[in-house]
Each structure stands twice: as C-alpha cells, then as structure tokens.
Nanobody
Framework: QVQLVESGGGLVQPGGSLRLSCVAS????????MGWYRQVPGKQRDLVAG???????TYADSVKGRFTISRDNAKNTVYLQMNSLKPEDTAVYYC?????????WGQGTQVTVSS
C-alpha cells in the first residue's frame, strides 16, 4: 500500500508564491510517475505538472514558466514551486503517484489566491 501526504497549501495574494510538498510512503518502486493535479468545484481534476522518476517533467500550458516541479527520489517526495500565482490558480491540489499499473492519491491541499 502507498500513502501520500501533501502540505504547503494556503492563502496567498496574487503574484505571490507557494511551495507544495508530497511525501510518499509504503511500497514505492524506483520507476514511477508523480504529479500534481488540481480541481475546482464542478470541474474535472486536471494535471498541473508531473515528473517521472528519471526527471522528465511535463506542465499544463497555463502554468508553464510560473510553476516548477521537482522530486527527491531518496525521500520519495515531489515538490511544486508555484510563483506568480493568479486567482485562477485557486483550487484543491492533489498529489498522485502511478506505478506498476496502479495509482494513488493524496487527500488534497487547498490553495487560495486572493487579495
């Protein structure tokens, strides 16, 4: 079994920054994908950024140049550095891990961008 615990969400003003962290524990294999997704009420959960264990990253167009995803394989942790935040970035952010045909989700952390 795999558990994911997110942290780092909160309230920030437009133009500000936040850093999200997600720690994975349990049966973690060396080859996997970890990503951050976000969801607002009434809409689907969308990929924000993802990164493979070998370091290949992908981003949604809406966050390119503002968000940076990184990971520390030794700590089974993935980070999302969010800069130049906009009100439209407001959402619940979820961490996901995919390995060996299975996927796991964290409980989510709220990010609110508002003045």
């Amino acid at each position: 079994q795999v558990q994911l615990v997110e942290s780092g969400g909160g309230l920030v003003q437009p133009g500000g920054s936040l850093r999200l962290s997600c720690v994975a524990s349990g049966s973690i294999f060396s080859f996997n994908f970890m990503g951050w997704y976000r969801q607002v009420p009434g809409k689907q959960r969308d990929l924000v950024a993802g990164i493979h264990s070998r370091g290949i990253a992908t981003y949604a167009d809406s966050v390119k140049g503002r968000f940076t995803i990184s990971r520390d394989n030794a700590k089974n942790t993935v980070y999302l550095q969010m800069n130049s935040l906009k009100p439209e970035d407001t959402a619940v952010y979820y961490c996901r891990l995919a390995q060996l045909g299975a996927e796991y989700w964290g409980q989510g952390t709220q990010v609110t961008v508002s003045s």
